[in-house]
C-alpha cells in the first residue's frame, strides 16, 4: 500500500484547510485510517482516526474543529476548520491493513500564521 498525502499549505488563524490521501495498491486491505501530525521539536500524534466500521476518534485539541472522512478505501480526508497556530505541523497520512501492518504517507506541511 503506498499513501500519498496533499492539500497543505499556509492559511492564517481562524481558515480552513483539507487535505486529501490517496491509496494505492492493496488497497482492499486496508482496515483503519488516520491522521497524525508532528510539530518542530515535538513526538507525532494522532490527530484522529476512523476505523473500518465507521467510529471516529479525535484529538481533544481538534475535536469540533476537524472531521475526518473516507471514500471508500482509496480515499481520506481531514477537513480542517478554525485552524490555530498550535495546528502548524506537517501531517501524515496512516494506514492499517487487515494483518495490521501500517503504512505511512509522505506527509504534507501545515502552516498557521497568526
Known amino acids: 500500500v503506498q499513501l500519498q498525502a496533499s492539500g497543505g499549505g499556509l492559511v492564517q488563524a481562524g481558515g480552513s484547510l483539507r487535505l486529501s490521501c490517496v491509496a494505492s495498491g492493496s488497497i482492499v486491505s486496508i482496515r483503519n485510517v488516520a491522521w497524525y501530525r508532528q510539530a518542530p521539536g515535538k513526538q507525532r500524534e494522532l490527530v484522529a482516526q476512523?476505523?473500518?466500521?465507521?467510529?471516529t476518534k479525535y484529538a481533544s485539541s481538534v475535536q469540533g474543529r476537524f472531521t475526518i472522512s473516507r471514500l471508500g478505501t482509496k480515499n481520506t480526508y481531514l477537513q480542517m476548520n478554525n485552524l490555530k497556530p498550535e495546528d502548524t505541523a506537517v501531517y501524515y497520512c496512516?494506514?492499517?491493513?487487515?494483518?495490521?501492518?501500517?503504512?505511512w504517507g509522505q506527509g504534507t506541511l501545515v502552516t498557521v500564521s497568526s
Open positions: 476512523i476505523l473500518s466500521g465507521g467510529a
Open positions: 496512516y494506514a492499517e491493513n487487515q494483518n495490521y501492518r501500517n503504512y
